[in-house]
């Protein structure tokens, strides 16, 4: 990382409630390369916004967030878990900005009783892809093997090939298209989302699963994603009962700048609405 703290980012480990971290990992991108910036660029953009957070009425400046920076990258999975455990142990709230999202399982693997809610265009839910299992194309096939399938609820979804959807059906892996999100609409959607992940949640988005009108900085675009005000939305009303967030493939060479910003905010949204719900 080039020294630039996330926004606000003021707390030291001990006094705070959030830890942010990176994890420029860019190992097995499948088309445009370079999410491995993207913790850098995320914290970049997080400068735009005011600390003051209007419809929330909290100041992030005064909630007590670390950044640590970014980890080494020499040793992902161990790296991760480690740093998850850590900030786990100390009763806070692990947000880790990728990065690929293959990092994902490894971050889910060290909470103890969670179901998992994404955002993405993909499923992810391939076995392998080119020999390997730890390919970002296979993140979610990751977590169900930690967690089980139907503790995992992937919204967004418009990418999925054939032995994916074979195996989804076959292991009772529920999933929510964009198109289906749209149909609902954000408050249907809120309620079955409340309905079939009940109980402490991990939030994990990656930014795909916006359309890439307003997230055009990613490294496999779909179009006809879902519109940043429902992902919001939905990350406000599940932050309160969610002790674990990551936001993962941001690819800043591909990026106006606005996709690194979005996830920024999301940041911001999240840490502010579960202030606001736990505190308020
Ligand atoms: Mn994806």
Redesign the pocket.
């Known amino acids: 990382m080039n020294g630039t703290l996330f926004s606000d980012a003021h707390a030291v480990f001990s006094n705070s409630k959030y830890v942010i971290f990176g994890v420029p990992l860019d190992l097995t991108g499948t088309h445009r390369r370079g999410t491995g910036k993207g913790p850098e660029s995320i914290r970049n953009e997080s400068y735009t916004y005011e600390s003051f957070m209007p419809d929330l009425e909290i100041d992030f400046s005064e909630i007590p967030t670390y950044d640590k920076g970014d980890l080494p990258m020499k040793e992902p999975q161990k790296e991760i878990s480690e740093v998850v455990k850590e900030i786990l142990a100390a009763k806070k709230v692990p947000i880790m900005l990728g990065g690929e ?1 293959s990092v994902s399982p490894y971050a889910v693997a060290e909470f103890a009783d969670v179901s998992v809610l994404v955002f ?3 499923l ?1 839910y391939r076995d392998e892809l080119k020999g390997d299992k730890n390919n970002h194309a296979c993140a979610i096939r990751r977590m169900d093997e930690i967690i089980s399938p139907e503790k995992i609820l992937p919204v967004g979804i418009r990418s999925i090939c054939k032995s994916e959807l074979n195996d989804a059906k076959r292991l009772n892996l529920k999933y929510i298209t964009a198109d289906k999100a749209r149909e609902l609409g954000t408050k249907e959607l809120i309620a079955f989302i409340d309905d079939y992940l009940p109980g402490n949640l991990y939030v994990s988005v ?1 930014i ?1 699963g916006i359309d890439p009108a307003f997230a055009p900085g990613v490294g ?1 675009p779909e179009p006809f994603g879902l519109e940043p005000v429902m992902v919001r939305d939905i990350i406000r009303h599940v932050a309160p009962r969610t002790s674990g967030f990551d936001i993962v ?1 941001v690819c800043p060479p591909v990026d106006n700048g606005n996709t690194a910003a979005l996830a920024a905010r999301f940041v911001k949204d999240f840490i502010g609405a579960r202030e606001f719900g736990l505190n308020y």
């Open positions: 999202h993405d265009a993909h992810d990656d795909d496999t493939e």
